[in-house]
């Protein structure tokens, strides 16, 4: 059974810094891409980011508010587990965070191509 669990999230002030895990098991975990996906309240699910297999690519969403630069996604292979690092965070990056494992070819940001998903983990920043 596949597993996705998410923890580091929290209360933090606006500028400030969380990191996010996520702990997978269930599945050879080296062989998929792993994203970040969140969903603020009353919005749709939205990519934030993900990383390749080998941990080698990292892509980020390209929306106007976009997170690169202040976010950094990895993976270690040898844990079975995906981060998130997260700085400068803003009031708008308030959301439930979702790690999910890729496991079809298509768009990184298509959340269709997700097999997997954690429960979540709650972020919430405060101005």
């Known amino acids: 059974q596949v597993q996705l669990v998410e923890s580091g999230g929290g209360l933090v002030q606006a500028g400030g810094s969380l990191r996010l895990s996520c702990a997978a098991s269930g599945l050879t975990f080296s062989s998929y891409a792993m994203g970040w996906f969140r969903q603020a309240p009353g919005k749709e699910r939205e990519f934030v980011a993900t990383?390749?297999?080998?941990?080698?690519?990292?892509?980020?969403?390209l929306h106007a508010d976009s997170v690169k630069g202040r976010f950094t996604i990895s993976k270690d292979n040898a844990k079975n587990t995906v981060y998130l690092q997260m700085n400068s965070l803003k009031p708008d990056d308030t959301a439930v965070y979702y790690c999910a494992a890729k496991a079809s070819l298509g768009r990184t940001s298509d959340s269709t191509t997700y097999a997997y998903w954690g429960q979540g983990t709650q972020v919430t920043v405060s101005s």
């Open positions: 990383v390749s297999w080998s941990g080698g690519d990292t892509y980020y969403t």
